[in-house]
Every structure is written in C-alpha cells, then in structure tokens.
C-alpha cells in the first residue's frame, strides 16, 4: 500500500489528549485509526492480532519501551513509525535507522513520514 489515504492505523500512545490529537490529525489525512493501545501488554496484543496497514508507536509508554510491539510488527511486515517527545528517539541497535517523528508534529510533517513509510513498503 503507497497511498496514504484510507490506510488503516494502530496507534500505541499513552498520553490521552496526545492520542486524540494524532487521531485526529490521522482522519484529517483520510486514514482511519482501527485500534488504539495505551499500555505495551495491550498493544502487543493488538500488534499480533490486529488488522491493519501501519503504525504510529510511542516510544515510551509510562515508562516501559515499545520494541516488543515494533518486533511483532516487523515479523508480520506491517510499516511502522516511532513517535517520540524526547527529541532524537532513544532507540536500540535494533532499531536504528527506523522511521521516527518528534513530538509535537504538526499534520504535514505527520503526512511527510507517513507518505515516505507507506512507499517503502
């Protein structure tokens, strides 16, 4: 899939009011949030079970890194980008070289990534 509208979208965030505004600015772009997690056990589960064409990752959820949700994905070959407030993303070896975006972002910078992740895959 390369087009970025009508995509289908997990987003893992937990920060509420941040996860709206992303999930706004995603419906905004003609994507389609079908799943959301606030915590990793949650996301992990969704990330194995879920149906959908990409990912919007935070890094950090309440303290405890989303590499394992980023794994699943990655065995499964579904696109994802790391979001992260903490300026350069503090990703792993394994990870280096991912998609990322900072927080905040604005839309077009949002649709930027998207577009760039989508015709990788």
């Known amino acids: ?11 893992v965030e937990d920060e509420g009011l941040v996860a709206l505004m992303i999930e706004d600015m995603l419906e905004e ?3 389609k949030v079908v799943a959301s997690a606030a915590h990793l056990n949650t ?28 794994r699943v994905l990655r065995e499964r070959g579904i696109p994802f980008l790391f979001s992260t407030g903490y300026g350069a993303p503090p990703l792993d070896e394994e ?4 998609p990322a975006i900072g927080k905040p972002f604005s ?12 015709s990788r895959s």
């Open 95 to 98: 990870f280096k070289g991912a």
């Open 29 to 31: 772009l003609g994507l």
């Open 107 to 118: 839309i077009d910078q949002l649709n930027e990534k998207l577009r760039t992740l989508l």
């Open 1 to 11: 899939m390369s087009e970025v509208s009508a995509a289908r979208v997990l987003l």
């Open 43 to 70: 996301a992990c589960e969704l990330a194995t079970t879920g149906s959908f064409d990409l990912a919007l990752l935070d890094v950090n959820l309440a303290g405890e890194l989303v590499f394992p949700v980023a």
